[in-house]
């Protein structure tokens, strides 16, 4: 006799089991357990709310509707955050906010005023608390282009080695070595500055 | 301090060299300090997003933030079952269809074949001028004639009224 599974406290593969079976309450246990999440990472790369709102929750539609291919080789919600990343790659590329562009339009457009700076090592733990800064990382995260940004997501949050980031933004390695490095130079040029201003 | 080298620093960060180039980038970081400023700053600013990634929360209600994805799910579960009914349609005509195309045929060949012994008379041609010809059924006969051999035979069947 199988037992009634008790939603709030079951493992998440339990959910996914039964979620896999039909069972539509199972699921929307993983809804609430993993949205925050999938929501952050849309908006991280969308940086507009609405469109977050939208493409985390077509990510959960598409999540039911391809259940049965999940198989366990990652955990849910890695899978599930990789079906939020492809759909806002989509989305980007479909409103064409991903540029072609060179290494030296790259050079030029947002990594020159970068490369002649001094390198910064941001060290803004020493003042400002967790929360807070977490809030500023993520203005800065959105001060970057898109393409920037997106690299960044995917090396630094994602783990994703830059075969995989350029198999998935449609260019080279070296593009995507590129984008990496200027990104996270202008980010800690962003940090240094913060932290300059909370010293005043 | 080149671009390819700032590249190949930053690869070696991230694991992504091979073991004889890495080993060539440890080299070089034992002795140019350039290098080392280089790797530090992108090492402090990886370590920083690592521990403090931005956290967000869905700005809706669980209840509301799902019942739209529950809507969508079903939405997409009646289309499903549209299109599969749609799908089902021609498979069950070409059940249908196959028999009644059989029947059909067989239907027509017994028309014709009736058609031929109750009017018409139908003539085939054989080869080297034979012929073999069917009159009216009133006589219920048969008559074969050939050219080559300068004769004609006619059969008449007595049993037919």
Same mark, same amino acid.
């Given at each position: 006799m199988s037992r009634k599974l008790d939603y709030p406290s079951a493992e998440d593969k339990a959910l996914v089991d039964a979620s896999q079976k039909g069972d539509m309450q199972a699921f929307e246990e993983l809804v609430a357990r993993h949205r925050d999440k999938i929501y952050a990472r849309a908006f991280s790369m969308m940086r507009n709310e609405e469109e977050a709102m939208d493409l985390s929750q077509e990510a959960w539609v598409k999540a039911w509707q391809r259940?049965?291919?999940?198989?366990? +080789?990652?955990?849910f919600v890695t899978w599930m955050t990789r079906i939020v990343i492809n759909l806002c790659l989509d989305q980007l590329r479909k409103q064409k906010r991903f540029r072609a562009e060179s290494v030296e339009q790259l050079d030029e457009e947002s990594g020159g005023v970068e490369r002649q700076m001094p390198v910064v090592v941001p060290n803004?733990? !020493?003042?400002?608390e967790r929360i807070e800064l977490r809030q500023r990382i993520d203005r800065a995260l959105g001060q970057l282009s898109h393409e920037h940004r997106t690299a960044l997501i995917l090396h !630094?949050? +994602?783990?994703?080695?830059y075969k995989e980031i350029a198999k998935r933004m449609g260019c080279s390695i070296g593009t995507v070595m590129s984008r990496l490095f200027y990104a996270r130079r202008k980010m800690a040029s962003l940090l240094a500055g913060l932290k300059r201003e909370e010293l005043r | 301090m080149n671009h390819e080298t700032e590249l190949k620093l930053q690869a070696y960060l991230d694991g992504e060299l091979s073991e004889s180039e890495a080993t060539a980038i440890r080299e070089m970081l034992a002795r140019d300090p350039q290098a080392r400023s280089v790797t530090d700053a992108l090492e402090a600013t990886r370590t920083i997003l690592l521990a403090n990634e931005p956290e967000l929360k869905v700005p809706e209600t669980r209840e509301f933030y799902w019942s739209k994805i529950r809507r969508q799910i079903e939405l997409g579960e009646e289309q499903g079952a549209v299109a599969n009914a749609g799908q089902a349609a021609p498979a069950w005509w070409l059940r249908f269809l196959a028999p009644a195309g059989l029947l059909a045929v067989l239907i027509v060949l017994i028309a014709l074949s009736l058609r031929a012994r109750e009017g018409a008379s139908p003539i085939w041609a054989m080869d080297d001028g034979h012929e073999i010809e069917t009159p009216l059924e009133e006589t219920s006969s048969f008559s074969f004639r050939s050219e080559a051999a300068a004769m004609t035979v006619v059969w008449v069947d007595s049993h037919r009224e």
């Open positions: 259940l049965k291919q999940f198989q366990g +080789e990652a955990s803004p733990t !020493e003042r400002l !630094e949050f +994602e783990d994703l080695e | -």
